[in-house]
């Protein structure tokens, strides 16, 4: 018997829900993590000779063009530093340089580090757009990120973040959203109301269930929850119209939740490594 089921079901005018089943019958890998774009290689922090204005050069690599870009410091006038790299430092707390460009800063990377707090002074860089601070110490986000409304894409994966503030919420521009690998039991209602997000992913967290007004996220397209404990989805879900990928294996259905035929534009679901006792459109 075939180890991918392709069902398709509910046709409705103008769409077709297509379920993709895995591991069902017989073991196959489930795909990796779709990790956002915070996990690309970024390029080491280099400092110019003493000589020259003691400025940080560096580059980050530009997942559209696909070729390295400098930032730009000029001699003369004040230094116009966008992107910092600190990943792989060894770090124990956020370098107290990065304050001195709270103005212009606008992506930084700090992965892989040992850092286990945010100081309140990285929240008053309100040009920042892009954090990244992956497999770091962190046991908490801080109720002061409500200050980065500028922030489009946060990373937070592989620490020990417990909860969202509730004060997420004034976050408004975020788009995306990586909080994998975090003992992260709920979502505040305020995460709801981040109505410009587009990819969320949640993966090997303590989920049991997702807030009733789930469905104001209309924007999202991807939304990854595998290994987490959850049972049924919220039925606001039929409001996620332009949902496409929606990743729930490795959790605890017992049968595939009724709101989910109602998607119209899902294309990709797995439902690997859960209890259902009877295969979508079977008997």
């Not at 909080?179 to 989920?207: E, H, M």
């Not at 007004?213 to 404990?229: A, D, Q, S, T, Y």
């Not at 606001?236 to 259905?253: I, P, V």
Request: glycine share 4%; charged share 25%; net charge neutral.
């Amino acid at each position: 018997m075939q180890d991918v089921f392709r069902i398709l079901r509910g046709k409705r005018e103008g769409s077709t829900l297509a379920l993709r089943m895995e591991n069902l019958i017989r073991g196959r890998n489930p795909p990796q993590y779709q990790r956002s774009p915070c996990k690309e290689v970024r390029a080491a922090l280099r400092k110019r000779p003493e000589e020259e204005l003691q400025c940080l050069e560096m580059t980050t690599k530009r997942k559209i063009i696909g070729r390295l870009v400098p930032c730009r410091c000029f001699r003369g006038e004040e230094e116009i530093i966008s992107v910092l790299d600190y990943s792989h430092c060894s770090l124990q707390q956020v370098p107290k340089e990065v304050f001195n460009f709270e103005r212009t800063l606008e992506e930084l990377y700090l992965d892989a580090n040992q850092i286990e707090e945010l100081p309140k002074q990285l929240f008053n860089c309100q040009a920042l757009r892009k954090l990244s601070i992956p497999d770091n110490d962190l046991s908490n986000l801080p109720t002061t990120i409500a200050s980065l409304v500028n922030l489009k894409e946060l990373d937070i994966s592989k620490n020990g973040v417990q909860e969202f503030p509730e004060n997420i919420k004034c976050c408004k521009c975020l788009t995306i959203i990586e909080a994998s690998v975090n003992p992260i039991s709920k979502l505040p209602d305020g995460f709801t109301q981040l109505l410009n997000l587009t990819q969320l992913y949640l993966n090997d967290a303590f989920l049991e269930f997702l807030p009733a007004n789930f469905g104001r996220l209309v924007k999202l397209r991807i939304l990854e929850l595998r290994e987490n404990h959850l049972k049924t989805l919220p039925k606001s879900m039929h409001k996620l119209a332009q949902l496409e990928r929606l990743d729930l294996g490795n959790n605890e259905f017992s049968e595939l939740p009724e709101v989910l035929d109602q998607i119209q534009n899902l294309r990709e679901l797995w439902m690997d490594n859960n209890a259902l006792q009877i295969l979508p459109g079977g008997s």
